[in-house]
């Protein structure tokens, strides 16, 4: 398992921005595919955006154009950048990383957007 650490988290206003890390270690962070999944209460964990190893992207419709994932694999450090933030983003946010059938989960940071 490749440890990931989440953070960047905060309480914001709505319309304000956020930029999230996820820091890798262990393994080659670069042949791993990258995601960021959020989690409400009550609700189910769900995919925001994801990035391939080879920097093909994919985002939930409720964020395309306004969130950004990105990588920076000599850093071993993946990224979120989220803007124009709503309410309905607040949220548990978690890294993950996955190679073939095997995944890693981050222990995720808060992110509160307020009205």
């Known amino acids: 398992q490749v440890p990931l650490v989440e953070s960047g988290g905060g309480l914001v206003q709505a319309g304000g921005s956020l930029r999230l890390s996820c820091a890798a270690s262990g393994r080659t962070f670069s042949l791993y595919s990258m995601g960021w999944y959020r989690q409400a209460p009550g609700k189910q964990r769900e995919l925001v955006a994801g990035?391939?190893?080879?920097?093909?992207?994919n985002y939930a419709d409720s964020v395309k154009g306004r969130f950004t994932i990105s990588r920076d694999n000599a850093k071993n450090t993946g990224y979120l950048q989220m803007t124009s933030l709503k309410p309905e983003d607040t949220a548990v946010y978690y890294c993950?990383?996955?190679?073939?059938?095997?995944?890693?989960w981050g222990q995720g940071t808060q992110v509160t957007v307020s009205s």
């Open positions: 993950n990383i996955q190679l073939g059938g095997r995944t890693t």
């Open positions: 990035v391939t190893s080879g920097g093909s992207t």
